[in-house]
Nanobody, 114 residues
Framework: QVQLVESGGGLVQPGGSLRLSCAAS????????MGWYRQAPGKQRELVAT???????DYVDSVKGRFTISRDNAKNTMYLQMNSLKPEDTAVYYC????????WGQGTQVTVSS
């Protein structure tokens, strides 16, 4: 079972930036598509960005042009650069397999507020 550890969240003002990291255990990371998910209070968890093993990316419309997903297969680590943050981006952010096949980590809280 792959273990996932998210980090990098925090409190930021609207328009600010944060960079999230996801560290994955095991050797399978390099071979699978990964995704960043988020869950806002009272809402379902949603997939916001995905990245293939080779680096092809996709985004939900609400974050296109503002978020950038990337990965370093040598370090078993994935990133989410978030720019021009909005209050509606406030959520707990999680990483997982593109199809959410693994157990969820603890997530990292992102709060966008003035």
């Amino acid at each position: 079972q792959v273990q996932l550890v998210e980090s990098g969240g925090g409190l930021v003002q609207p328009g600010g930036s944060l960079r999230l990291s996801c560290a994955a255990s095991g050797s399978i990371f390099s071979f699978v598509a990964m995704g960043w998910y988020r869950q806002a209070p009272g809402k379902q968890r949603e997939l916001v960005a995905t990245i293939s093993p080779g680096g092809t990316t996709d985004y939900v419309d609400s974050v296109k042009g503002r978020f950038t997903i990337s990965r370093d297969n040598a370090k078993n680590t994935m990133y989410l650069q978030m720019n021009s943050l909005k209050p509606e981006d406030t959520a707990v952010y999680y990483c997982n397999h593109r199809n959410a096949r693994w157990s969820w980590g603890q997530g990292t809280q992102v709060t966008v507020s003035s």
